[in-house]
């Protein structure tokens, strides 16, 4: 009879949300369109196709502490996957987990609220997933597929501690309990910020509880440390077991460890700025309504008498999410990291349309913050949209330059298709485009430019593009490539496209110079 219930109460759920999953459909499919049917690819993505060191990139996320990544991969075998199917997979599952995060919030809101959420739920998903945060992290086609099944996961495990909880048999229990705490673990497993995105979302489940059943509803938030703890715990236990004779990466070093409090403090305070400034591509007004909404909405039951300590620790604790990554690092983090931050905007805005449409005194102000709404959700679809057009863009403009250069190569006296050459690329070639253009921290950033100081950077990914294109070269050691610089620089050669920014070395080593820059 329960499950019955269950099934009954998403069946009417699904009914009740048909033009809303259609609003949301149609918006992910404006931003991301192009993504799906663009072959493009970027930064990282080269090894992927290339399918170069298959099992140095996993051991490469075992060292990251992401053996999640490898064990889907495995599974699922989605190395083998097309571009194509990679991306509308991705697109797929983000209108999947949009439905199922509005699902979860649906089950704990109170009966009274439940019509106007049906009518205002597109809100969230469409201000959470068309920020351009999810452009830069599914550029990354290796992972993108993964990254989006593990959001998924998060409602979906929420649901089973849920039921879990309302089982009356031992036997069920222990497997609803068992299966979250599975797919917790293997989240984590996956990519770290995933866990905070999780522990965000347990917080506005808890707010939920708490202004449902007006009480604190400290068990359940024990229940949620509980489990989060039993699956971090052997989340880093087979981490550790799994990378025991792998090297420590650098990559996700705290900087609580390495630098001062203070120092750590002012790198928090600096990550701050820009958000509350709404600067650059990835930042908004919509978070500074958000505090607004939160700080009136915590006044309003203060006056009301109705603030209990769960409800503002809960408002705090939600405020506080975008920036959970640099408080635990204790410096900015990579813009692909920072999931929360569009998914608070959304949820506050979400949840004050609602509250504003149950008095009808306050309708425009609701109007109002609708249309601001509308604003946030235009300004980042079209945005994200536009970074994947850059995106596509650079790849054809660097597919163009590759042919160019390899047929300056090829028409050398001295070059041989038969043998064996060592190709050093020394310094970058960026094309610079208009602003029409947008460039965030990877997308718009030719393979032929792309970290060029580093022998694992521009060499190893132009390399690798090369290669793809069906051009075979070696890479360079890094003795070779320092030395490579050195003769450059001492021999003032030409820069490209200068007929002798190309030159042959003994070894079959040949040497291109790009830019003025080592």
Partial sequence: MENNKKTNQLVEYLNKSKYS???????????????IISQSFSIDTELYIKDIGLSTRWDW?????????????????????PIFVSNFLTVVLMIGYSILFNYLFYTYLRDEY??????????????????????EQYNFILQNISIAFTIALIPIILLLIDKAGESKKIWQKIVYYTMPICMLILSFGVYQSVILLYIATVVVCYLLKVLKEENNSWKYLGKQIGIFLLAAIIYFAIGKILA?????????????????????????????????????????????????????????????????????????????????IMIITGVDQLKRTQFNYSFVIGIVLMF????????????????????????????????????????????????????????????????????????????????????????SEVIGSSFFAFDYEYIYGLNSR??????????????????????????????SIRIWPNEESIILKEDNKIIIRLSEEY
Wanted: hydrophobic content about 50%; aromatic content about 16%.
């Fill in 21 to 35: 999953i259609l609003i949301i459909s149609i918006v992910i499919l404006f931003a991301f369109g192009e993504r």
């Fill in 61 to 81: 996320w075992i060292i990251l502490n992401r053996w999640g990544l490898v064990l889907l991969n495995k599974i699922f075998q989605m190395d083998s996957l």
């Fill in 114 to 135: 439940k019509e106007k959420f049906l009518k205002f739920q597109f809100i969230f998903p469409i201000l959470f997933v068309t920020n351009p945060i999810f452009a």
């Fill in 244 to 324: 025991k004779n792998s090297p420590n990466s650098s990559y996700l070093q705290l900087a609580w460890i390495k630098d001062t409090p203070y120092q750590c403090i002012i790198n928090i305070i600096n990550a701050i700025k820009p958000v509350l400034k709404c600067e650059g591509i990835f930042y908004n007004f919509g978070y500074i309504l958000s505090i607004i909404a939160s700080i009136v909405f915590i006044i309003y039951l203060g006056i009301k008498r109705k603030l209990k300590i769960g409800i503002l620790i809960a408002m705090v604790g939600l405020m506080l999410a975008p920036f959970y």
């Fill in 352 to 439: 004050t349309i609602i509250a504003l449409s149950q008095n009808q005194k306050l309708k425009w102000i609701r109007n109002v913050g609708i249309l601001l709404i509308g604003i946030i959700i235009y300004t980042q679809s079209y945005t994200t949209a536009s970074l994947f057009h850059t995106a596509d863009v650079v790849y054809k403009n660097d597919v163009a330059f590759a042919e160019q250069l390899m047929y300056k190569v090829e028409e050398k006296e001295w070059y041989n298709v038969n043998e064996d050459y060592t190709l050093i690329f020394v310094g970058r070639h960026q094309k610079q485009y208009k602003d029409v253009y947008l460039k």
């Fill in 462 to 491: 132009a390399i690798a593009f090369l290669e793809i294109l069906g051009y075979k070269f070696k890479e360079p050691t890094v003795q070779e490539f320092e030395e490579a610089k050195q003769y450059v620089k001492e021999n």
